[in-house]
């Protein structure tokens, strides 16, 4: 016995019928009619039909259910004009098939299958004729397999006959490739393609180089290795026509809630070929690994490290080189620890900075730092309110203690093997530093006056000694293993507040200018506690002074008494006026001035030119499409007119003038797009920022992502002009200004809706020249982008046409050309 429950959208119909062959409730619906044939033992569902049996569920135009042989029958219906609509869609678990026709047997669990259409992951597979067994397989004849997700794909796969596993597997016969509906002579006479969600070992299709100074060749021919739900490793390898060769391999790992990281290490051997056949070797390792902050909350562990050996950016076997413009790589390894609930946090890394240009690697092995925040001992013990009360409260202490043991030295020591030679270069230290500090408040807290004291020693154990070399007749500088302390102590107060003015103006809208005015002074006095070594080593025995400690890892100062006055200003000016457009205030607000500041300081201990340049700064950012920077340097000294050198005499005693400027510099930013643009931008800041940041390497694997199709154009222009004043003119140099003006050009342009074209130019407007330029060519081809980039001018000249699939499952399906036509 088995009941069939039906309903319509008025009413619940039951039917109860004998049958020995099914024993679960079929329920079964239509929009339009049911009609029960007890004579044939069938049901035909009309309109939006539904059947739901042991957790299948099938919909379509039409069903009808044969009692007799347990099967369900499904098809498309037809609407006013004769469209077909409501095609079958048969539904198992997580998948489901859309058909022709569909005819399945409820009890066998086998189907037939006409005109299928089944979406896993990325792809789409068309099959014209199906069958379903009861292991879920499905054998099927004439398919189309695409990641194409239109009705009639720009592209497919044409399978001649194949077998579909599901979440496993497509294994077919003979293949041949259709581009919008034309078959190509591409084809395979069999194809495995991957369904299963995990990861699977598989083969990586290399990069063919066609033509670099190294030759040509192929670049990372790699096989990729699930380790298990948290490592997987990839190991590649790369050869060149020259001999040059490189092996890598790139470690990702990750635990939910615990950490995330990367490692990537790359061996390179480079040979110039005949006749020298020189060889060179590069090793780099990068490794970045970041831990939740949920993990734990008492300890933080963190790494960012990009190590060359050869510390050179320049050569690379990667045409695409991502750090070609880098000359310094930073490397660190940090271990913090927390305290919850209390001020104190402690902190261990290890670094290494890199420089190319002046071939210095500086190693930190280990730098040990103990903070401790403000403390405020007088906070819950004072109960008063008075000024004096309230000042206390405010009272706070930190402290600060650092430990580090570095070695400086040439890059040539690592590649030559001499770490002895490196370990005899470091140098190690100690400091720490207490600042007391408190905040009055006076006239209603309009002025507030912040007071502090500041003490700290530096214990280095590597002193300076210096000698007369009497040979040479030069001073020779030695370094002693001594140690040694020194004091630094200041008091520091400063005061500042915060005056408004306002001016209006006679107009329609009511215009209101805000003044916003914020002076500042402070008065800095620091004693004598350290020494200079005075003798007789300088040139032909002449007396000089230095510091012990000009060579130690950690410099002291207070060597003479310094007692100065700082003293600054600053302005804001900011346009108010009316509007019926800002619906929450009534007033459209324009920033005419966001910054200008004059700042300086008087020095009383110095015994000439205490007053000291004035440091002049304006930022202007009137429209979002616009940012000005300027900055100065004011003198108020004299000079000499024949050498422009600054003398100790105030201009206006010697010169008759207030004083000249020592140097300008003006920096302007212009973007150019519409309004609609603007707002994109806008939204989409951080994103773009770290895409037009990214390196070079990224842009060309990736020229989907290098430009933005929602902004039809954008013209962005930057330009840098600095001023040097000559204070040094000689009879071959009567320049009265050394200057640098540069300019760069950067814009995009969508020709249509999916085409964008882009370049970037840098000028040398000293040398009247382009430097460097970039021009590519983007067009989304929907399920492919098709890209173009070249860099003709500059040291990184490249060349790259790219086809590549957008979809993850044919990443690796590419062309890419690297060598330019003859005429280019």
């Not at 919909?59 to 004009?81: H, P, V, W």
């Not at 194809?191 to 299963?196: D, E, G, N």
């Amino acid at each position: 016995m088995f009941s069939l429950n039906s309903w319509s959208q008025n009413k619940l119909d039951t039917l109860y019928l004998n049958d020995s062959t099914l024993t679960d409730k079929i329920i079964y619906s239509a929009q339009d009619s049911i009609f029960s044939d007890l004579k044939d033992r069938k049901i035909h569902l009309f309109g939006k039909a539904q059947i739901v049996h042991q957790g299948i569920e099938m919909k379509a135009g039409y069903l009808m259910m044969d009692l007799e042989k347990n099967e369900i029958y499904a098809r498309y219906s037809y609407d006013k004009d004769s469209n077909r609509i409501d095609f079958p869609v048969f539904k198992d678990g997580s998948e489901e098939i859309k058909a022709g026709a569909i005819r399945y047997n409820l009890q066998t669990k086998k189907g037939y299958i006409q005109e299928v259409e089944i979406k896993q992951q990325e792809g789409f597979l068309y099959m014209d004729v199906a069958k379903k067994h009861p292991n879920d397989e499905i054998h099927f004849k004439r398919g189309r397999f695409t990641t194409c997700d239109l009705p009639d794909p720009h592209y497919h796969l044409q399978l001649s006959k194949a077998i579909l596993i599901p979440e496993k597997r497509i294994v077919s016969g003979p293949m041949n490739l259709w581009i919008s509906g034309v078959p190509s002579p591409i084809g395979l006479p069999f194809m495995v393609i991957p369904q299963q969600k995990k990861r699977t070992h598989g083969l990586l299709f290399p990069e063919i180089i066609p033509s670099s100074v190294y030759g040509f060749g192929f670049q990372d021919l790699g096989y990729y290795i699930p380790i298990n739900n948290r490592f997987q490793t990839t190991v590649t390898t790369t050869l060149l026509s020259r001999g040059s060769w490189g092996v890598g391999n790139n470690l990702d790992y990750a635990k939910i809630y615990g950490f995330r990281g990367n490692t990537n290490i790359s061996y390179q051997q480079f040979r110039e070929g005949f006749p020298t056949n020189a060889k060179a070797n590069k090793l780099t390792f990068i490794w970045q690994h970041k831990q939740d902050p949920k993990a734990n909350p008492y300890w933080n562990f963190g790494s960012n490290v990009n190590f060359i050996s050869d510390n050179q950016s320049k050569n690379n076997l990667n045409p695409n080189n991502s750090q070609y413009f880098n000359n310094t790589f930073s490397s660190d390894i940090t271990l913090n620890r927390f305290f919850p609930g209390k001020p104190i946090t402690m902190g261990s890394k290890l670094s290494v900075r890199q420089n190319s240009q002046t071939k210095n690697v500086s190693l930190v092995s280990p730098v040990v730092n103990v903070n401790v925040t403000r403390i405020f001992p007088f906070k819950n013990s004072i109960q008063k309110n008075t000024s004096l009360a309230r000042a206390l409260k405010q009272f706070g202490v930190t402290y600060n203690l650092e430990g580090q043991n570095r070695s400086t030295f040439k890059d040539t020591l690592i590649n030559d093997g001499r770490f002895d030679e490196i370990g005899n270069k470091f140098f190690n230290g100690i400091q720490q530093n207490a600042t007391f500090q408190t905040t009055i408040a006076l006239l209603k807290n309009s002025v507030k006056i912040n007071p502090s004291l500041s003490y700290g020693n530096k214990m280095n154990f590597q002193q300076t000694r210096k000698s007369y070399d009497a040979v040479n007749n030069t001073t020779k500088t030695d370094t002693l293993r001594d140690f040694a302390v020194g004091h630094e102590l200041s008091l520091n107060v400063s005061a500042t507040t915060i005056l408004y003015n306002y001016y209006r103006f006679v107009g329609k809208n009511k215009p209101i200018m805000r003044h916003l005015l914020t002076p500042s002074i402070g008065f800095r006095y620091a004693p004598k506690l350290n020494d200079f070594l005075s003798d007789s080593v300088g040139v032909n025995k002449s007396m000089i002074n230095y510091s012990r400690f000009e060579q130690s890892i950690y410099q002291v100062g207070n060597y003479v008494t310094s007692s100065q006055m700082t003293f600054g200003i600053n302005n804001t000016f900011e346009f108010k006026r009316k509007s019926d457009k800002d619906t929450l205030t009534g007033y459209k607000k324009t920033r005419i001035i966001d910054q200008f500041s004059i700042t300086g300081f008087y020095d009383f201990a110095r015994d000439s030119m205490k007053l000291s340049d004035l440091s002049l700064n304006l930022r202007i950012s009137p429209f979002p499409w616009v940012n000005f920077v300027a900055n100065s340097t004011f003198s108020p000294y004299g000079w000499k007119d024949s050498t422009n050198q600054t003398v100790s005499n105030y201009a206006i005693q010697s010169n008759k003038k207030l004083g000249r400027f020592l140097r300008h510099s003006f920096a302007t930013t212009l973007i150019l797009t519409s309004k609609k643009s603007q707002e994109v931008l806008e939204e989409k800041k951080e994103i773009l920022g770290q895409q037009w940041n990214a390196d070079f390497n990224y842009y060309s694997l990736h020229p989907e992502y290098l430009v933005d199709f929602d902004i039809p154009w954008k013209v962005s222009f930057s330009h840098i002009l600095n001023f040097d004043l000559n204070t040094n003119k000689t009879v071959f140099n009567q320049k009265q200004y050394n200057y640098l003006q540069t300019l760069s050009m950067d814009g995009d342009i969508s020709v249509t809706k999916r085409w964008k074209v882009a370049s970037t130019i840098y000028f040398d407007l000293n040398k009247v020249n382009i430097s460097n330029a970039r021009f590519t060519i983007n067009r989304d081809l929907h399920c492919w982008n098709l890209s173009f980039m070249w860099t003709p001018i500059g040291g990184n000249k490249s060349f790259l046409f790219s086809l590549r699939n957008t979809s993850a499952l044919f990443k690796d399906v590419k062309i890419d050309l690297r060598k330019p036509p003859v005429f280019l």
